[in-house]
């Protein structure tokens, strides 16, 4: 039975075999941080508790079925079994310790622990998955039907846009946001599919979303879309933005109530000019009728 806690370390809980008389399955576990990343460290431990009246032969590790390291209590002797380019620090590695370096992608699989003891030599293994994240290498790319900057959007209009997460494995989750908030799957002005490739045993994700450009999509006349792509808690990574405006109306400036006076004063001005040489010639006559 395996049993994960909340900080990722993964307990495998033993049982005894029978005729294994003395060391109960209770005492006996496979601890280790699960999962990992690639090019991380690795510190296994098989746990267990030996009564006085037994002594440990030997203890195993394996990869699926490939023994890997072994270890003779009574000797303290220790036998590194090569395993690709699998680097064990044997200096720290013991009956109850195994200290793997740079762990490489290939230990994603069943990882086992085997305590045997001394005649009858009745063993008990201990086996639980490991999982070794290979993160992309890019972060996610996103292109939209609309560019990547678009100041002349409007209400309604439809934007297209795709999300890619370069190979990974496993595959990456993609989330979009919109104002940095994610976009849910269930909203029904938004479409989003979600398409998956293999290569190599490395996956390739990528998403298409279909968005109908409503007002509750911007914020103060603007809007920003990008996407995410992570693995578990080991992985996360986000796109450029896409940054779009509604486009302004083209309305007449109205001025400002001094501007309005000021144009007036300007005609007043012009008309005062226009009919100056009249209102002389006027003056002229009035005092002559008064003389």
């Known amino acids: 039975m395996s049993l994960l806690n909340k900080s990722g370390i993964l307990f495998c809980i033993g049982f005894l075999i029978p005729g294994l008389s003395g060391l109960s ?70 009956m109850h310790t195994l200290n793997l370096k740079v762990v490489p992608a290939y230990m994603t699989g069943n990882v086992s622990c085997e305590v045997t003891p001394e005649p009858p030599y009745n063993l008990i293994v201990k086996t639980s998955p490991l999982l070794v994240v290979v993160p992309p290498k890019q972060k996610p790319k996103l292109e939209t039907s609309l560019g990547m900057t678009n100041l002349g959007l409007s209400l309604n209009q439809k934007l297209s846009a795709n999300c890619t997460s370069s190979a990974s494995k496993p595959a990456v989750n993609i989330t979009f946001f919109i104002n940095d908030l994610p976009v849910r799957p269930d909203d029904p002005t938004i479409g989003i599919r979600i398409h998956r490739e293999t290569k190599d045993d490395f996956e390739i994700q990528f998403a298409e979303l279909e968005l109908q450009l409503l007002q509750k999509y911007f914020k103060d006349g603007k809007i920003r879309l990008k996407c995410g792509a992570s693995i578990l808690h080991l992985y996360n990574a986000t796109s450029d933005d896409f940054i779009g405006e509604l486009m302004r109306s083209k309305t007449p400036k109205q001025g400002s109530i001094f501007g309005v006076l000021g144009g007036a004063n300007r005609i007043d001005a012009g008309i005062t000019t226009r009919f100056w040489p009249i209102v002389l010639v006027a003056v002229s006559t009035m005092k002559q009728l008064f003389l």
Request: net charge neutral.
């Open 25 to 94: 399955g209770e005492d006996i576990s496979l601890v280790f941080k699960n999962p990992i990343k690639e090019g991380d460290d690795l510190k296994l431990l098989c746990m267990f508790t030996v009564p006085n009246n037994i002594s440990i032969y030997t203890v195993k590790w394996y990869k699926g079925t490939r023994e890997i390291f072994r270890y003779f209590p009574k000797d303290k002797e220790k036998q590194r079994i090569p395993f690709g380019d699998l680097t064990i620090d044997e200096r720290h590695s013991d």
